[in-house]
Each structure stands twice: as structure tokens, then as C-alpha cells.
DNA sequence: TTGAAAGCGCTACCAG
DNA sequence: CTGGTAGCGCTTTCAA
């Protein structure tokens, strides 16, 4: 069922009926509402793909994430949801699970669909990838990699920043003994806040010793991970893990090996994720504001934001560090 | 760029460059080469609309759900996703956040878009929606709504069976005074879980006393169901919660409160998501196979799934009892 | 194995 | 205020 078809149903032309459909007032208002009764009579829902292709812009955001099963991406995708919906766009969402296959595929699927801009929430992507966007016109807003300019607008967190408060916090309660919990994706060769904690620990703490574990971004990867770092030696007196769902994994593993936190044992998160207040013990992390994400993502795609546009420019994200129950001094 | 600007710039016809593209066999490996390298010299990414207004059928899929914050729904769609992924489907995700008005939009949406199927995993929905939609000739799959037959596969979880399991073990725990809590969306007149859980009471312990309180469907709104049972009497020994979200903040309120779960009060779920493992305590819940729902929405709606195609068809998802840590006997 | 051309359903421009 | 119509970029016969 088509345009024509309620052009003919109310004896107008298909002119008249996309004018009703897309609110152009030069429409007689009986013409207009003998066009609505067809409409509906007819059950007619307008083809977007033959209205995107006719019309050229396009009115949809794509947002692709690297891991939609923790929440601070979903948040992300949230906030973006939220900014779209209330000034008439769609978003489109992509998930890689850290396939960078899948990463090349969903950027495909959002070029072919013809974004109006392209949000990357991923923070481990190819440079032949982030150069290739970046040559190309798409708007487009990238967490973590490439450089601000041009058609990329470019967002990043300073974890250096929020490691150094983590690790002077954690130093100052006197802990000598740590452990880092990562997710494969953030223990690459290249990898910053790894790195950034080991220099941090360097300067703050040089007399500390540092382990590292590595698992998959989940609950269940935390706990893996505290495993791996239990049974591979002495239990360091303090975890700190890559990101507050790593982190609410490790908190389950030491509880059911009787190990108290903070007690017995500190733990630390990072994003500040909504459950990690809801946990137990509540988590000491640092806070990565996602609806600050999302808004810059949206301004800065959103075409007809234009004075408020932000294409191009770059937005550090200083974190800020939040204490709660899972940290205490160290024990002995 | 389009087809045209690839099929000159590497002297064939449109319609050849589309068949390169499309992997139809019938074309000389020479002149397939030759496509390709324009095709990626150029960067040429085929504009999906044109694709579909053209094709006619659509490989992509639509899933809409009440609350993307609650994880039960987001396991839904990722094992709809997954499915989707590995026969060549796409996905497209929307969220009503329990807001009619915003379902409708999404379904509007989504038949624009010409979705091959569509899932409504939503179980507040209006009568007159649900006839619509199952006039309409669109497969779908609905979630404890509506009746299956013709385009409508339905799924409906034995929300009673579940409601009942939870009262017999509670009530061979000895509680009598229960509480329930529940989201604005499921205390709503109509409401099935409210009336099975009701009914159940009345049946396995008529003795016991029950009282009700609803918030939004999150891990706040759980806690804040609890402040208002605490502070409209006596408090209860055992608290059912309409899902683990809420179940989750009910715990951390009652924490806060220095009543001990379970010995100085009972809680449990429903749904058993991945964290009633991971908080504390660990959840006693009821089971409901979100990937079941997901593999049911694909291979209802994959049109390409002849043999197996479940279209029409009525699943009835029985729960299962999870018994963790949350429950114990009832105190005095 | 390939090309020409007729749409797919809609928007937007030009007339009237 | 309304109609006619030329595309938008692609797929798909039908011929060659």
C-alpha cells in the first residue's frame, strides 16, 4: 500500500498526500482531513526507506558500543536516546562484543543507512579504521581514539586522572600490595590505563608491587579474574578493577571465599555505574558522567543544533573519584 | 556516490556492478575484480533505502521492549540479536520506558521500516493495539499479550506457576506476613501477577496477611518500594518482588535499615538475570529463559526458516525455583 | 555474461 | 492551494 493508493482513496494526488503526511500547511483543512481519513481507513504507513531515499537527509543517529551487557554503554545509548527523541531523530544502535569484525560491519550498516552521524563508543578501534572515517564527510564522534577536527569530534576520558586518584586514595590508606583487573580489550600493547597505572604506581607508590589478571568484560570475567590473581601468589591487599562491572564480579568472588571488604581487602571500580551503589559493599570507583557523553554525541551529530554545534572540537572528561564502602586501610 | 559512479568508473552497467555486489555467480571473475577494486577505491557503500525500495523484502527485524534498563529485556534482545546476526538478519531496537505513547511511535516506526518481523516484548499493551497489529498481515511475536494464530506467535511465561512455587516455599519457611512489591505497570488493574500471586495466597496459606507497594520498575524504585512497606507498619518477614531489579534495591534499602536478609526478612525475584548471582544476598528467584524467548521471536519471525518457522504458534514458558541466599525461615 | 530500462514509494520543484 | 513529474539509488526482468 502506497501514497498513490490514498491519492486515489481521497481523490487527491500524491502532492497533496505527502504534504498532509509531513505537515506543510498549504493544505486546505478539509482536504487535509479527508487525506487523514484515508489514511487510517487504509492503515497506511508511509515507507521510510522510499522517504529517506527521495528526501536525501536523514534524521538518524548511529551509535555503535563495544559492550552493550555493561550498563555504562547502555547509558551512553541512553542519554543519546533521550537528546534524539525529544528533538525528532531516531538512533540506531550497534553492538560489537569487542569483534572488530563486527566493528566493520555495523559501521558499514550505518553508512549504508545513510546516518546524518556516527557515533564510535569504542574505545579499541583500528587506525586504519579511525583514518578512514575521518577522511571520510560523515560526522562523527570517537571515545577514546583518533584527533578532534573536521567532521570528528572527538571525546575523552582522562583515566590518567582518575587512575592517579584511585591510586594516591588507595596509597594514603596505606596499601603497598595491588592488583589491576582488566578486560582483554584494555590489556593490549598499546593500552593507556594500564599504562597509566603503572606509571601513577611508579611516582605515588614506587615501593608497591603491582599484579595483573585479565578477563572477559562481565561479572563473571571479574570473578575469573580475582581467581587468576588469588591463586598466583599472596592476595595483594587491594584490587583495582577497569570498570565497576569487573569490579561488583570481583566483590562476589572474595565474599564467597570469605575474604571481607574492605577488611580484608579493598576493591575499586570506575564509571560509577548506577549499581555500584547497590552493591556490597557499595563500591569506592570514580565517575564517568554518561549523560555528558550522550549530550555531546548529540550535539555534535545532530545537524540542526547550529549554534550549539560541537563538530569538531574535543571534550576531556575529567573523572571525579567517589568513596563508598569497598575501601579501608590496609590490613596489618 | 552510487552504483552509477562505481559501474562507470569501471566500464560496466549498473546492473552488473549490483550483481557483483549482490554475489550472483553469473558474472565473468574478471570483470568481478574489476568491480571490487572500484568499489573500494571509490569507498562506495550501497544506500540501504534504495536497496529495500528496490528488493522489495526486508531481512531486518524489530524488537521493542518496555524497559531497556532492566536487564531481563536486554537479554531478550541480545539473543535475538545473536540469532539474527548468524542467519544474515539485522535488528532494529526500540524502548517504550513503559510509555504508550512511545509504542506507538515505535511501531509506526518500525513499519516504515518494513521490518520483516516484529516483536513486541511489552507486556502492557492496549486491546486496540494488539487488534490492530494482529489484523495487520505483519508477523509478530507478542509477550503475554494478546492470542496466537494466523501472523501472531505468542509467549507467555506461567507467571502463576511461578508466583506459586515462590508461596510454597515461603510458606513452608513458616512466613505468614508477606509483601509484595511490584512496578506501576504491573499493579495496574488488570494486572495477572498481582491476582496469581493473591489467588496463590489464598489457596496455600490463607492465614497470612499481604500487603503491596509499587515504584518504577529499577533498582531505586525497588528500594523505594521498601521504604514505603517499612513505613506502613509492621514490617513484613518476607518480601516478593515482581523481578530481580527490584529485588536488588529492596536488598540494598533493607541493608541500609540493618535488617539481615534472611534472617530478620525474606526476599526474593523473579527472572533470575545474571546479577541475582552476584548480589548480595544471592538471589532466591524464579527462571525465565530470556534466550528461549529469543530464539522463539527469531525463528517466528525469520521468514527464511521454513521448515522450523514457529509462526502462530502459543510457547508457554514454565519457571523454574532458584533457591540462593535470600530466604530462610521465617523469624520468631 | 552483460546491458537497457522499468519500476520500488516518496519528495520537491515547477506550473497552474 | 493543488497537480504533474523528475528523480533518489538500487534490483530485476527481458533481450542481446
Redesign the pocket.
Given at each position: 500500500m502506497?501514497?498513490?493508493e490514498v491519492a486515489r482513496k481521497s481523490?487527491?494526488?500524491?502532492?497533496?498526500v505527502?504534504?498532509v503526511?509531513?505537515g506543510v500547511?498549504?493544505?486546505?483543512s478539509?482536504?487535509?482531513s479527508r487525506v487523514m481519513k484515508a489514511v487510517s481507513e487504509l492503515k497506511?504507513h508511509?515507507?521510510l526507506h522510499?522517504?529517506s531515499?527521495?528526501?536525501?537527509r536523514s534524521r538518524t543517529i548511529g551509535v555503535i558500543v563495544s559492550n552493550l551487557d555493561n550498563p555504562f554503554f547502555l547509558d551512553v545509548y541512553r542519554a543519546v536516546e533521550e537528546d534524539c527523541h525529544s528533538h525528532g531523530y531516531e538512533v540506531l544502535l550497534a553492538n560489537t562484543a569487542y569483534r572488530s569484525e563486527q566493528l566493520t560491519a555495523s559501521i558499514r550498516l550505518m553508512m549504508g543507512r545513510r546516518v546524518a552521524g556516527l557515533a564510535a563508543i569504542v574505545s579499541e578501534m583500528e587506525d586504519s579504521i579511525v583514518d578512514e572515517l575521518t577522511e571520510s564527510r560523515l560526522p562523527m564522534v570517537f571515545y577514546d581514539v583518533g584527533t578532534a577536527g573536521g567532521n570528528i569530534t572527538k571525546i575523552r576520558v582522562n583515566y590518567r586522572r582518575g587512575v592517579e586518584r584511585i591510586v594516591e586514595y588507595l596509597a594514603a590508606l596505606g596499601h603497598k600490595q595491588l592488583a589491576f583487573i582488566g578486560h582483554h580489550a584494555v590489556l593490549g600493547p598499546i593500552d593507556e590505563r594500564r599504562r597509566a597505572l603503572f606509571d601513577t604506581v611508579q611516582v605515588v607508590c614506587p615501593d608497591a608491587t603491582i599484579r595483573v589478571a585479565a578477563d572477559a568484560d562481565s561479572l563473571e570475567g571479574g570473578r575469573q579474574a580475582v581467581r587468576e590473581i588469588l591463586s598466583g601468589g599472596p592476595a595483594p591487599t587491594a584490587i583495582i578493577c577497569v570498570n565497576d562491572l569487573m569490579a561488583v564480579g570481583a566483590l562476589k568472588e572474595l565474599r564467597e571465599r570469605g575474604l571481607r571488604v574492605p577488611q580484608d581487602i579493598s576493591v575499586t571500580g570506575f564509571d560509577n555505574f548506577r549499581l555500584s551503589e547497590f552493591c556490597y559493599p557499595a563500591l569506592t570507583t570514580v565517575h564517568i558522567p554518561r549523560d555528558r557523553i550522550g549530550h555531546t554525541v548529540f550535539t555534535s551529530l545532530a545537524t540542526d543544533s547550529k549554534d550549539t554545534n560541537t563538530l569538531g572540537k574535543e571534550f576531556v572528561i575529567e573523572p571525579e573519584l567517589v568513596v563508598r564502602d569497598s575501601t579501608g586501610a590496609a590490613r596489618g
Open positions: 502506497s501514497l498513490e481523490g487527491v494526488s500524491t502532492a497533496t505527502s504534504r503526511l509531513n500547511d498549504s493544505v486546505k478539509s482536504t487535509k497506511y508511509p515507507n522510499a522517504r531515499l527521495a528526501g536525501g
